[in-house]
C-alpha cells in the first residue's frame, strides 16, 4: 500500500469560495477514481506559523494506482484550481 500526503498553503488573496470549492471537489474525487482507498482531507484548525492550511491523505495500492490517479481528468481539474490558489505545495508518498 502507498500512503499519498499533501500539505497545501494558499495564497493570501485565495478567497474563501474558492478554498471551499476545492475542498468540496477534493473530497469528491474518490466517487470519480476507483485507485483512491482511503482519503481523508481537512482545513488546519490550530493555525501555527508553521501550519499549511489544508492536508489530505489518500491511500493506493501501489504506485502504479497512484499514477492513474495523479493524470485521471477529474484530478487534474483539481489541480488546475490548486495552481490558482496555493502558495506552496508539498507531498510526501510512502510504502508501508
Do not use: W
Not at 495500492?61 to 489541480?79: F, G, N
Not at 490558482?84 to 508501508?96: N, P
Amino acid at each position: 500500500m502507498l500512503t499519498h500526503i499533501v500539505l497545501f498553503k494558499f495564497k493570501a488573496e485565495a478567497s474563501e469560495a474558492q478554498i471551499s470549492k476545492l475542498c468540496t471537489d477534493l473530497q469528491s474525487l474518490p466517487e470519480q477514481i476507483d485507485e483512491i482507498g482511503e482519503f481523508r482531507c481537512g482545513r488546519d484548525v490550530i493555525r501555527s506559523e508553521r501550519s499549511y492550511d489544508l492536508g489530505l491523505i489518500a491511500t493506493f495500492a501501489d504506485r502504479d494506482a497512484l499514477q492513474r490517479y495523479q493524470v485521471h481528468p477529474d484530478h487534474q481539474q483539481v489541480v488546475a484550481q490548486v495552481r490558482e490558489i496555493a502558495a506552496s505545495v508539498v507531498a510526501v508518498d510512502f510504502e508501508d
